[in-house]
T-cell receptor, first 110, second 116 residues
Framework: DAKTTQPTSMDCAEGRAANLPCNHSTISGNEYVYWYRQIHSQGPQYIIH???NNETNEMASLIITEDRKSSTLILPHATLRDTAVYYCIAPVLNDYKLSFGAGTTVTVRA | DTGVSQNPRHKITKRGQNVTFRCDPISEHNRLYWYRQTLGQGPEFLTYFQNEAQLEKSRLLSDRFSAERPKGSFSTLEIQRTEQGDSAMYLCASSLGQGVDTGELFFGEGSRLTVL
C-alpha cells in the first residue's frame, strides 16, 4: 500500500463538519483511496473511496487534491455516533488486501 | 442482509490449548479475509482467500495458525498451542471482488480471544 499519514487524534463539535486529512504522497496514478472507520468494539466499516474525482455518499464526502497526494474526508454534520477511529488506506492495485495503520481517533463532543 | 457472521464472539482458553474460529461471509462474496487486532492498533492482515484458494498469507501467520475455506463458503481459523501473545480480536471480512480494485470489505464483529 502507498504510505498514508493521518493525525493521531482530533476533536469535533457535534453538529459541525469534521474534516479528516490524509497524506498519501507516494500513491500511484491508478490506486484508490479508501476510508474506513471503526467504532469501539465493532469491526471496521467502509465509508467511501475515490480515485481522482471528489466523491459523496450518504455518510461522507471525499475530496482528493488534483495531484492526488492528499485527501480529506468530510463528515458534514458530526454526531456523537461518529466517534470512532478513521482509517485512510491506499491499497496497491491488484493487491486485494487492505493494510490498516493507526488511523485518526475522532471524538465528537456535545 | 445477514452480513458477515463470526463465532464464537468471545473465547477464553488456557495457554497450550487449540481454538477455532468460524466466519460465514456474505453469501455471494468470493473474497474472504482474516485480520488480527490488538488493543490500540489497527487491524493487521493475516490471510486472504479467493473462493476456496488461499492466495496470500502474512508473515504474522505462524505455523501454529491455519485457515481453510472449503468449497469457497465459510472459513475457519485455527490456532494450535495458543500463547498469551495470541490474545487479540480476530476479524473476518468478505468482498465481492469483481476486478483489480480492492473493493468494499464488509467486516464481521470479530472473535475476541483471551489466552490465560
Amino acid at each position: 500500500d502507498a504510505k498514508t499519514t493521518q493525525p493521531t487524534s482530533m476533536d469535533c463539535a457535534e453538529g459541525r463538519a469534521a474534516n479528516l486529512p490524509c497524506n498519501h504522497s507516494t500513491i500511484s496514478g491508478n490506486e484508490y483511496v479508501y476510508w474506513y472507520r471503526q467504532i469501539h468494539s465493532q469491526g471496521p466499516q467502509y465509508i467511501i473511496h475515490g480515485l481522482k474525482n471528489n466523491e459523496t455518499n450518504e455518510m461522507a464526502s471525499l475530496i482528493i487534491t488534483e495531484d492526488r497526494k492528499s485527501s480529506t474526508l468530510i463528515l458534514p454534520h458530526a454526531t456523537l455516533r461518529d466517534t470512532a477511529v478513521y482509517y485512510c488506506i491506499a491499497p496497491v492495485l491488484n493487491d486485494y488486501k487492505l493494510s490498516f495503520g493507526a488511523g485518526t481517533t475522532v471524538t465528537v463532543r456535545a | 442482509d445477514t452480513g458477515v457472521s463470526q463465532n464464537p464472539r468471545h473465547k477464553i482458553t488456557k495457554r497450550g490449548q487449540n481454538v477455532t474460529f468460524r466466519c460465514d461471509p456474505i453469501s455471494e462474496h468470493n473474497r474472504l479475509y482474516w485480520y488480527r487486532q490488538t488493543l490500540g492498533q489497527g487491524p493487521e492482515f493475516l490471510t486472504y482467500f479467493q473462493n476456496e484458494a488461499q492466495l496470500e498469507k502474512s508473515r504474522l501467520l505462524s505455523d501454529r495458525f491455519s485457515a481453510e475455506r472449503p468449497k469457497g463458503s465459510f472459513s475457519t481459523l485455527e490456532i494450535q498451542r495458543t500463547e498469551q501473545g495470541d490474545s487479540a480480536m480476530y476479524l473476518c471480512a468478505s468482498s465481492l471482488g469483481q476486478g483489480v480494485d480492492t473493493g468494499e470489505l464488509f467486516f464481521g464483529e470479530g472473535s475476541r480471544l483471551t489466552v490465560l
